[in-house]
């Protein structure tokens, strides 16, 4: 059975690295989708709310059609919300085996790698996305990842 493999971590968690070195190390088995690349691609980078839903609905597609064409597919997205998951895993419930890997890498790790991209998300971004996901306090999991 196919797989869909989703990542879960915060900005510069190493999602995106992983990924690529996974397809240069088997070519031709995976397909890799990410939401930022096709928001680059088709909006400037525009975050917006119209702008979303239009990215989500290319995400789908390209997930389906690499499933079709007989590919493993590979989700690199921060995936932080569980929606995003419970999607997904509706979506290719008769098609695909779905895996999630996490990767859980310090606040402070993730902030200093951020700073040093071509286009940083920023500290401010990276920390409420750790408020809002992983940690609401003193450890207790909120919404996403523990």
């Not at 240069?24 to 088709?42: I, Q, T």
């Not at 239009?54 to 932080?80: C, M, P, Q, S, Y």
Request: hydrophobic share 40%.
């Amino acid at each position: 059975m196919a797989q869909v493999i989703i990542t879960k971590g915060l900005p510069s968690s190493g999602k995106t690295t992983w990924a690529r070195s996974v397809l240069a190390a088997e070519p031709g088995r995976y397909k890799r989708v990410n939401k930022d690349e096709l928001r680059a691609m088709l909006d400037s980078s525009r975050h917006s709310k119209d702008n979303e839903a239009f990215i989500e609905a290319v995400r789908d597609h390209l997930i389906l059609a690499a499933l079709a064409a007989g590919k493993d597919v590979i989700v690199d997205d921060t995936n932080l919300d569980s929606r995003h998951e419970t999607h997904i895993r509706r979506m290719v419930e008769d098609r695909a085996e779905v895996v999630v890997k996490v990767f859980d890498v310090g606040l402070d790790e993730c902030i200093e790698r951020d700073r040093a991209r071509v286009a940083p998300v920023g500290e401010r971004v990276i920390r409420q996305m750790h408020r809002d996901y992983i940690f609401f306090s003193a450890g207790e999991a909120r919404g996403g990842i523990a």
